[in-house]
């Protein structure tokens, strides 16, 4: 594992014609720092239904396994970093051998891996009999430093988890330092006082031979008690100096080590001292199954040094290093390889290839069972007369839910810890909290209005307040078919303006491929008297460039219920990605949405809204018109608008728009295809406007940043002003906020005249 790595590294750094003329880089160190530490976890201990996540610097390390198990061709170990190639780090969705996480961002692989045993729990308790088993992740260089690891491992949802276990990579060293000691044991007690079971390798079998002679005892308290930095410094100095180094600040210890030592030539001293538990096979392999088998949680702490078996090994300054020619060579000559030909496996019928087949076996996993067709049936979902789309979205839940009722059983909510106020009430009283055990009702949940009653056989999971831990289980919720072999809905709210904080890991779950629905809300300055900390305005930017995602934006109940069935639907069906849902507690009057008299009528405008864009008023007057585009709960204001407009005489078609994240999409795709040849599809590539509508002036509003709708004047060759909120917010009636950045109705009139005006002085 070590020479293949190292090679895979090499070739793509030195080998291979190099175009960019610079570093490809690779990670050799961090790479051979794992080495044995994954050695003994694929061929020692997982099975076919074990999940695993490497940490990102040994991507090389991983794919050298999977290319001696016979699951990646060889002629991908030349391709490493290229196009079409190995990624940089594991990918599941672009490398082309098995990676069940990627894991390119420090420090949430583990964290997903917790949550990826969590979601098997909760299908074994749901009567679904998942196909993964242990979970395990691999972490090192510094991912204990990333809050999300410790946000996770205090998550109070795991609490009754088992089966999953971390393996630290305990190198001693970040990316630019040496980790100070005192971290690691402050580290272990925070494992510990979160009940996990922290298992350490820090010995090899050839050190712990040494502790077992006559004054051993003394020279394993001098290794336990010398600092990260002091190790490190005498592993790297020369190895004649390793006994004078141990010695000289031994104190009472000298006269037992030196006896300990006293036949112990310089070369077996080093080879010694450096044979840590992180290194040794046997030992990790033994570490590895007392963790699995602990009642919960658990990490294994394995001592290794960076760069280990490399020329590189323990130096600070190791971890962008990369070996030259004549480096390779002599680690060639050491491992009895040939650098000329860096790929040959083991010789047909040795030992090692029978130890090789004899894991890929084990580990070969069998082709997916057929699982049923998981369907929704229509709903009519029941509004009042003036609802929010907050509102609607916690009845369109309980609608699914009586409408399918076998399909919603794969519906599972999540929240951290603001489930009543994003409304789904009504929703846990009908599906109930999912716990590992039924909690005793003390405080009387049965008779109060929101039953919180905790039960195995509950549809919410109700975390703490972690927006990292929130998309970090749906994005593993929304992989459960993949990893676990059934497929369930996920659909998690949150506070809108806190997207921001769960960012992170949201990339991390589209980039994965999982498909889920995150519900944001309350949204904006629409949210008037909560102040700026809670009115989040950067939402419609974050998901308009979210790739993976599709972002929704409804104004009316109607439009919530039709592209929750869609998204629902969708991610039953395995097809799509990924949704988010910007909803708002304004509540507005539903009958300004279109009557339609027929069934083709409906079609038409169910499919217009899904599609992200439907006209909602057409002016009358053609000679002197504007478009308005109005975006979510400032669609009365559009209205309203309109109708000022058309008593100044001024038309006004006004056209809402439910996603602007599909209607760019569309408008992009135009473009690109005919910059391919396709014929130009004239003024109006978003689809909506009729012969003559298009090129007048236009004006757009929206309760979020105004560049969400920049887009729309080129793309319909307009003159156009865009309305939006491009600052903090502040408390204040929804009046004032509305006034006070520009997305009245006044505002929007006086944009219309301006963009107006505008027209008439531009040359024809």
């Known amino acids: 594992m070590l020479w293949l790595a190292t090679a895979i590294v090499h070739w793509a750094n030195n080998v291979r014609p190099n175009p960019d003329a610079v570093k490809v880089g690779g990670h050799q160190a961090s790479s051979a720092s794992s080495a044995a530490l994954l050695t003994a976890l694929f061929f020692e201990t997982l099975d076919s239904t074990d999940r695993v996540a490497i940490k990102p610097h040994a991507s090389p390390v991983l794919h050298a396994i999977q290319y001696l198990l016979g699951d990646l061709p060889r002629e991908y170990l030349t391709r490493f970093r290229d196009f079409g190639g190995l990624q940089a780090y594991p990918s599941r969705t672009k490398d082309p051998d098995l990676v069940d996480y990627s894991t390119g961002s420090v420090g949430l692989g583990p964290a997903a891996v917790t949550f990826g045993a969590l979601v098997r729990d909760y299908l074994a308790t749901h009567h679904m009999a998942p196909t993964s088993g242990r979970f395990f992740a691999h972490i090192g260089d510094a991912e204990l430093d990333e809050g999300s690891v410790w946000e996770t491992v205090a998550e109070p949802a795991v609490e009754g988890l088992a089966r999953c276990v971390w393996i630290v990579d305990l190198n001693r060293q970040s990316l630019d330092r040496v980790v100070p000691g005192i971290r690691v044991a402050r580290f272990k007690q925070m494992f510990e006082v979160n009940g996990w079971t922290v298992v350490v390798a820090k010995y090899g079998d050839h050190l712990t031979e040494l502790f077992e002679r006559p004054g051993g005892h003394a020279l394993r308290k001098r290794i336990d008690e010398m600092s990260n930095e002091e190790y490190q410094g005498i592993i790297t100095g020369p190895r004649n100096a390793i006994r004078t180094r141990l010695l000289e600040a031994a104190g009472g210890l000298r006269r037992e080590i030196d006896r300990c030592l006293s036949d112990v030539d310089d070369t077996e001293l080093y080879g010694r001292i450096v044979n840590l538990g992180g290194h040794d096979v046997g030992t990790l392999a ?90 929704f049936n229509e709903t009519s979902l029941s509004l009042p007369e003036r609802a929010s789309t907050q509102d609607a979205f916690g009845r369109m839940l309980v609608e699914l839910d009586r409408t399918s009722t076998e399909s919603a059983r794969r519906i ?38 929101v039953k919180w009653l905790q039960r195995p056989v509950g549809r919410h999971i ?258 156009a002003i865009n309305l939006g909120v491009d600052s903090f917010g502040q408390s204040g009636s929804r009046a004032d906020l509305y006034r006070h950045f520009r997305i009245d109705s006044e505002s929007i009139v006086g944009a219309a005249f301006t963009v107006l005006d505008r027209q008439r002085k531009a040359p024809r």
């Open 286 to 375: 033994r570490c590895y199954e007392e963790a699995a088998r602990a009642p919960g949680p658990a990490v294994v702490y394995a001592y290794t040094i960076k760069g280990w078996g490399l020329p590189v090994a323990g130096d600070p300054r190791n971890h962008a290093a990369l070996l030259n020619e004549a480096q390779m060579l002599e680690l060639a000559g050491q491992v009895g390889v040939s650098l000329a030909e860096p790929w040959e496996p083991f010789p047909a019928g040795s030992a090692e290839a029978r130890y090789v087949m004899a894991a890929a076996e084990r580990l070969r996993r069998p082709p997916p069972d057929p699982r049923p067709e998981i369907t």
């Open 412 to 449: 599972v909510t999540v929240s951290p810890d603001v489930a009543t106020s994003t409304n789904l009430s009504s929703w846990i009283n009908r599906a109930g909290i999912w716990s590992y055990a039924e909690t005793p009702d003390h405080l009387g949940f049965s008779r109060r209005t």
């Open 462 to 719: 109700e975390l703490g307040i972690s927006e990292t831990n929130l998309f970090l289980l749906l994005g593993q919720l929304g992989l459960s078919d993949e990893l676990s072999g059934h497929r369930l809905i996920p659909i998690g709210t949150l506070y809108d303006p806190f997207i921001n904080r769960g960012l992170d890991p949201f990339v991390y779950g589209v980039y994965q491929g999982s498909r889920f629905i995150a519900v944001a809300t309350p949204s904006g300055v629409t949210l008037s008297r909560e102040g700026g900390a809670h009115q989040g305005v950067l939402t419609p930017s974050i998901a308009l460039e979210m790739p993976g995602a599709t972002y929704y934006e409804p104004a009316f109940g109607r439009e919530l219920e039709w592209i929750m069935l869609d998204s629902v639907r969708r991610i039953a069906a395995g097809t799509g990605g990924s949704y988010l849902l910007r909803l708002s507690t304004r509540p507005i009057d539903q009958s300004l949405f279109p009557a339609t008299n027929t069934e083709s009528e409906r079609t038409a405008l169910r499919n217009d809204v899904l599609r992200g864009c439907y006209r909602l008023l057409r002016t009358s007057d053609t000679s002197e018109s504007v478009n308005l585009f109005a975006v979510g709960a400032t669609v009365p204001e559009a209205v309203e608008a309109a109708a000022r407009l058309e008593r100044e005489g001024i038309g006004a078609n006004v056209f809402v728009v439910t996603s602007p994240d599909l209607v760019y999409r569309r408008v992009r795709a135009l473009a690109l295809a005919e910059i391919d040849g396709a014929q130009a599809p004239g003024r109006d590539p978003v689809g909506i406007l009729e012969p003559g509508e298009t090129g007048r002036p236009l004006v757009t509003v929206i309760d979020g940043h105004p560049h969400s709708l920049g887009f729309l004047g080129s793309a319909l060759g307009s003159q």
